[in-house]
């Protein structure tokens, strides 16, 4: 009959076994790893940054793009205009009355 | 239907003298008939304004032969558009027929020229228009089209033509 070696141990031998084990040393890329350097520059903080806008506040501003859109696209506004420019009072005229002025006229 | 349209709102601000043949030259419009008469047409307000003052809008529109010529006001007093259809025809001996007629262009049609709702909120204004006229080449037509109520300020339309065939 073979004899059986038992490599069960007792609750008080593992106590002192784990009173002698030391943790190995965390490798060095173990911390970048879960810890990345986070960019400090302001460009990249400007575009990482955002905002929160309530739904409602985005909605209505929507409403409101499409509104002045819309009004926009019906509506023609006039040119700036020195409202008492010379030409202000100036109304088409009744007859077309034409003249011809020969090229030796013309040219003068 | 072939369509060449031009318009321009034409502000005297911002308008080149160095580019002025003609003193008061306010703004200019051209083109060529298919059947090779040229006409040039100068906008010029007589006597010549200052800077700064403004005139409404003017242009041009080209289907069917003919050249339709509009011009619009926005206010003072109301919103009102006219003008003239012009045709150009060369004649054997060398001369040119030039027609002008009433503007034939239908609101919905200048609408669309300026993309927009606009003429129909305009008043027209239909100007009596003068009989054909036979001019040779290189002559220029010229009459006025807004004239101040004292008659002493004018906007003129001058009409250069030429034959290129």
């Known amino acids: ?108 | 239907m072939r369509t060449i349209s031009v318009i321009s709102l034409a502000i005297l601000g911002v308008v080149s003298l160095s580019a002025a043949d003609r003193p008061g030259k306010i703004v200019s419009h051209g083109m060529t008939f298919e059947n090779g008469v040229e006409v040039h047409i100068d906008v010029v307000a007589e006597p010549p304004v200052k800077p700064n003052s403004s005139i409404q809008g003017t242009g041009i529109n080209y289907s069917d032969g003919k050249l339709h010529r509009y011009i619009w006001k926005w206010k003072d007093p109301e919103k009102i558009y006219f003008g003239y259809d012009l045709t150009a025809e060369p004649l054997p001996d060398g001369t040119i027929r030039v027609s002008i007629d009433p503007l034939s262009l239908s609101v919905d049609e200048l609408d669309k020229l300026a993309g927009a709702k606009m003429f129909s909120s305009f008043r027209p204004v239909i100007p009596r228009c003068p009989y054909p006229q036979i001019v040779k080449d290189g002559d220029t037509i010229a009459f006025d089209i807004l004239v101040s109520p004292d008659g002493k300020q004018k906007i003129v339309d001058y009409l250069d033509f030429s034959r290129k065939y």
Do not use: C, Y
């Not at chain 1, 990345?36 to 990482?48: G, I, M, V, Y």
């Open chain 1, 1 to 108: 009959m073979e004899e059986q070696h038992s490599f069960e141990m007792t609750d008080d031998e593992l106590n002192a076994l784990l009173d002698r084990w030391q943790a190995p040393v965390a490798p060095a890329s173990l911390r970048k790893a879960v810890f990345p350097e986070k960019s400090h520059t302001a460009w990249r903080r400007f575009w990482a940054a955002s905002i929160h806008v309530p739904v409602p506040a985005v909605a209505f501003i929507v409403l409101a793009l499409l509104v002045w859109a819309a009004l926009r696209s019906t509506t023609v506004e006039p040119p700036v205009n020195a409202s008492r420019s010379t030409f202000g009072n100036l109304m088409p005229v009744r007859e077309l009355k034409v003249r011809i002025l020969e090229r030796s006229h013309a040219n003068n």
